[in-house]
C-alpha cells in the first residue's frame, strides 16, 4: 500500500499526519499498518519500554457518572469502598514494585478531585516514598487547580494523570457531571505547574473510529508524551455492560493509528489488556512501547513477573521513556 509506507516515512521525518490521512489508512492491510507503526516505534522510541503500576489509593463513592465506571456512586457494582489510604500502604506498595524492577508508581484516587486535606496527606506519602525509594511518582487525583498541582510537584510527584476518556464530540455521551474543558483545564494546570501529564482513554465505550482518531489529535495539540490506551472492561451494573468487547485485531489497529499521530510518545496499553488473548502483545509489535502493570483499580491485571518477561521476549528494555 504506496499510501501507507509514503505516509509513515513522512512521519519518520518529522510529518504530522491529519484526521483524514489516518482515517484513510485505518483499514489498511492489518500486517502492514501494524509493521508500519512498529518502524516509527522504532525509529523515534528505540527499544524502551515504559512499564508502570497503580495503586487505587482512594476507592468508590465517586460523584462523578462516567458510565464505564465501576467506583461511580451511580451504580450498583459492588466494588470495595475505602477512604484514602495510610501513607504507610501507598509506601509499601512503592517499594513491592520498585523491587520487583518497575520505575514508575502511580497513587490513583476516586472522586471529582481531592479535598484540601487529602491533597496534604498525599504529599507526605509522597515524600516519605521519595525519602526510601528511587521510584518515579505518579498521581491521579482528579480536577485539581494549578496550587494544588504545585503541592504535588513540590513533594516529588512527577506526572499527573488526566485521561481525556474518548473525543471532545463523544464525551457528553460517556459523562455528564463534567466537561471535556474541565479536563482540558486540569491538563494546562498541571502543566503550568511543571508537571508532565499522562493522558489518553478507553476504546470500546460505542464510539466510532472517527471518535479515537479525535482524542489522539487532542492529544497531539496538548503536547502529551505519555498516552495510556484502555479497553473498555464492561462491568456489571454500570451503562456498558454489555458493550460488545473489542477484538485484538481492532485493538492493533487503533495502537498502529496511535503511533502515527503520536510518533515519539509512551503509548501504553493500560486497563482491559488482559482480555486480549495474548496480553496485548501484537500491539507491542503495532506501535506500543509502555504499559500498565499488575492489578488495576478494581479489575485484576497482569503480574509484574509475566510482563517482565513478556518485555525481555519481545526485545524491549525496560526504561524511562519521555520524562
Known sequence: MKILEQLK?????????????????????????????????????????????????????????????????????????????DSEDIINQAIYNENKGVLRYSIVTSGRKLDDAEVEK??????????????????????????????LKEAGVSRIHNN???SR?????????HTYDDKIEAIHAAQKAGLSVCSG???????????????????????????PVNILNPILGTP??????????????????????????SIRLAGGRGLLSDKGKACFLS?????????????????IDEDMKMIKELGFKVGLWNE
Open 164 to 166: 481525556l476518556e474518548t
Open 9 to 85: 516515512e513522512d512521519v519518520i521525518n518529522g510529518y504530522k499526519v491529519s484526521k483524514d490521512e489516518a482515517l484513510d489508512i485505518y483499514n489498511a492491510p492489518l500486517d502492514k499498518i501494524c509493521n508500519a507503526a512498529n518502524e516509527i516505534r522504532k525509529h523515534f522510541c528505540g527499544n524502551t519500554f515504559d512499564i508502570c503500576t497503580i495503586i487505587n489509593g482512594k476507592s468508590g463513592r465517586c460523584s462523578e457518572d462516567c458510565k464505564y465506571c465501576a467506583q461511580s456512586s451511580f451504580y450498583n457494582t459492588k466494588i470495595e469502598t475505602y477512604s484514602l489510604l
Open 201 to 227: 482513554g478507553i476504546i470500546g465505550l460505542g464510539e466510532t473510529i472517527s471518535d479515537r482518531i479525535d482524542m489522539a489529535k487532542t492529544i497531539e495539540m496538548l503536547g502529551i508524551n505519555s498516552v
Open 169 to 177: 464530540g463523544n464525551f457528553p455521551s460517556v459523562c455528564t457531571t
Open 287 to 303: 506501535g506500543a512501547n509502555a504499559a500498565i502493570s499488575g492489578d488495576m483499580l478494581t479489575t485484576s491485571g497482569i503480574t
Open 240 to 265: 456498558y455492560e454489555n458493550n460488545k468487547k473489542l477484538t485484538n485485531e481492532d485493538v492493533c489497529r487503533t495502537i498502529a493509528i496511535f503511533r502515527f499521530i503520536l510518533p515519539n510518545a
Open 122 to 151: 498525599v504529599c507526605e506519602s509522597v515524600k516519605d516514598i521519595k525519602k526510601r525509594t528511587k521510584i518515579q511518582i505518579c498521581g491521579s487525583f482528579g480536577l485539581l487547580k494549578e496550587k494544588e498541582f504545585r503541592k
